[in-house]
């Protein structure tokens, strides 16, 4: 293969970061452009203007398989085929197993899925199913197949990719870098949405790299230094994690038997990362929080009317929790805050027809019959 001399392509985080990342810079690297995602400023929310609130949207909808989860696949299977791998399991919400077959497939190696029967959004069975993994249905929740991946890579040659595979924090820590690079330092606030909590355990990672860098080798100030080329911020925001009302371990403060909510990719009841969220939220001085079904749907209609921001119900928790405290003055007026919306829209699009309040205007096709359509509906 010929490359141009003078090309300049984005090819995925790990070649973006390669110093920051455990791994082979001479090995195989197995990508698909996944990072550099958008950082959308909200202009149109009233609510925003009214209590003087910057709020920024890092659209990881727009990675490859259409979530964040891309971000970490790229190392987690990129490390496997460096160690020889020749198969990868995962239990999944859909998300995952959407990420796990697209990076197994371009690898050329097996990817094993263990989804929740009936429980996962039609987008994410549809990208597992035609990139060729092996879809398995559990008869229980995410946290039935969780247990049974662990069971069986104990017995099988699975490699796992479930967040508890630590290279799939290492990838996913690279959000925060991209947000810090674009920023010019960290937000003050940076709400997620939780399920096992390993993505707000990889920002945390990432803010935390950046930020002990720049205490190490900047003695000129004590934020945020603008004055040494390639020094980071050393400013860290606070972590606020909102699960839904029905899945809040973190809220109850223990783990919930069967989880229930509209949000399918956050209803996880026993989260791998429950420790490592608890020190996030503890060093950060952030806070955990639940929101009801209504207000994650209400938040995912606003952002797809008012800014033209479509992602799926679970992404929008972080909007949903966000709004409210911002209302509450929780998250005080003069704050940068970002919200991550990790998943697109179009993986779930029953939940978004149902509650879609856009008319469906059927006519025969006729110029008179358009006219009246446009005419009557003009607002
Ligand atoms: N948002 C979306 C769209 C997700 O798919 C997930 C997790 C989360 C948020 C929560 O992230 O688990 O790191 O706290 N989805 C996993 C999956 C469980 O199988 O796709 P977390």
Known sequence: MT?????????GLINNYISRMPIDPNGRIISLGEGN????????????KKHDVRL???????????????????????????????????????????????????????????????????????????????????????????????????????????SINPYRLQGQKTAAFEIVDELGEAPDFHCLPVGNA????????????????????????????????????????KMIGYQAAGSAPFMRG????????????????HPQSWDNAWKVNKESGGWFDECSDDEILAAQRLLAGSEGVFCEPASATSVAGALRDIESGKIPAGSTVVCTLTGHG?????????????????????????????LSNMG
């Open 254 to 269: 223990d783990m919930v038997d069967a989880p229930e909510t509209i949000a399918t990719a956050i209803r996880i009841g």
């Open 346 to 374: 179009l993986k779930d699009p029953d939940t978004a027809i149902k509650q879609a309040t856009s008319k469906l205007i059927t006519i025969d096709a006729k110029l008179a019959d358009v006219k009246d359509a446009i």
């Open 3 to 11: 490359t141009n001399a003078t090309e300049n392509r984005y090819t």
């Open 56 to 162: 920024l949207l890092k659209y990881e909808g727009l990675n490859p398989t259409g979530s964040f989860k891309d971000r970490g696949m790229t190392m987690a299977v990129t490390k496997a085929v460096q160690d020889g791998s020749r198969a990868i399991i995962c239990a999944s919400t859909g998300n995952t197993s959407a990420s796990a077959a697209a990076y197994a497939s371009r690898a050329g190696i097996a990817a094993f899925v263990l989804i929740p029967e009936g429980k996962i959004a039609m987008g994410k069975l549809a990208q597992a199913m035609i990139q060729g993994a092996v879809v398995i249905q559990v008869k229980g929740n995410f946290d039935d197949g969780m247990r049974l991946v662990k069971e069986v890579a104990t017995e099988a040659p699975v490699d796992i990719v479930n």
């Open 37 to 48: 995602t958008p950082l959308i400023e909200c202009h149109n929310i009233e609510l925003l």
């Open 198 to 237: 390993g993505n707000i355990t990889a920002h945390w990672i990432g803010y935390s790299e950046y930020a002990n860098e720049c205490t190490q080798s900047c003695s000129l100030c004590s934020g945020n230094c603008q004055f040494l080329q390639g020094v980071k911020s050393a400013k860290r925001p």
